[in-house]
């Protein structure tokens, strides 16, 4: 499986950016796709998640809620992140993840998804 995330770039507070995430290779008929972000000095940390099956119900970090839209297109194998209200401290390098498996309570452990994307670059200016 290979996933190639895009949409990265710099924007002002306040600003939005869109980021594309298209998975290949071998995927599951059932799949869990996320999206994490990883700041300079900190860990990975979980943004949003769903599942193929469900894909109508989303999970995000609460430091994200409201201002980002996860949505999937099962047809093209592509995940997407709107990221709406931008604010400097959403600036790191974000990374698409996949599983191939429906992840459950564990959805927002990155350990969970054996498959990553090399991350885009967001850069949220003051």
């Known amino acids: 499986v290979q996933l190639q995330a895009s949409g990265g770039g710099s924007v002002q507070t306040g600003g939005s950016l869109r980021l594309s995430c298209a998975a290949s290779g071998r995927i599951g008929s059932d799949n869990t796709m996320a999206w994490f972000r990883q700041a300079p000095g900190k860990e990975r940390e979980f943004v949003a998640a769903?599942?193929?099956?469900?894909?109508?119900?989303?999970y995000y970090a609460d430091s994200v809620k409201g201002r980002f839209t996860m949505s999937r297109d099962n047809a093209k194998n592509q995940v997407y992140l709107q990221m709406n209200s931008l604010k400097p401290e959403d600036t790191a390098l974000y990374y698409c993840a996949m599983a191939n498996r429906l992840i459950t309570s564990s959805i927002r452990a990155p350990e969970y998804y054996p498959y990553w994307g090399q991350g885009t670059q967001v850069t949220v200016s003051s």
């Open positions: 769903n599942r193929k099956r469900d894909g109508s119900t989303t």
